[in-house]
């Protein structure tokens, strides 16, 4: 794992969460998770970006901005719990993650088996978001 050293001061991070049907109780644990998981890494508190209620083939308006914003150079490391926020189309995640990349972001995941909501923890092999 990354420890903070690894990132040069004024590394600056955003998440991306998407669910459909609409779940405020999931993307809070989620988005929970994934500011845990920047402190372990060192980076600052990441700047959310959410399309709560868009199915992956909806207008994103949030994966829009925050592309715009990696266009721009604002960001360095975009945290995600897995690449099906971006699209449930594997080719189409993929392209969206090869977008960041071609921006200079690096598109961060936490470890396999990380559990979102109270104290995030490990799960048991074989539970947790897949």
């Known amino acids: 794992m990354r420890t903070a050293h690894h990132y040069p001061t004024g590394t600056r991070s955003a998440s991306y969460l998407r669910c459909y049907p609409a779940d405020t109780w999931r993307m809070t644990a989620h988005r929970e998770m994934l500011s845990r998981h920047a402190h372990r890494l060192g980076l600052p508190e990441p700047v959310v970006f959410i399309d709560n209620g868009c ?64 104290g995030g923890g490990r799960a048991l092999p074989g539970f947790g978001p897949h």
């Open 55 to 118: 199915r992956s083939f909806d207008p994103l308006p949030r994966l829009e901005q925050l592309l715009g914003h990696a266009a721009e150079g604002l960001f360095h490391v975009v945290l995600i719990p897995g690449s099906w926020v971006f699209s449930l189309d594997d080719t189409e995640a993929h392209r969206v993650r090869r977008r960041l990349a071609a921006h200079g972001c690096q598109v961060l995941e936490p470890p396999r088996g990380t559990r979102p909501g109270p």
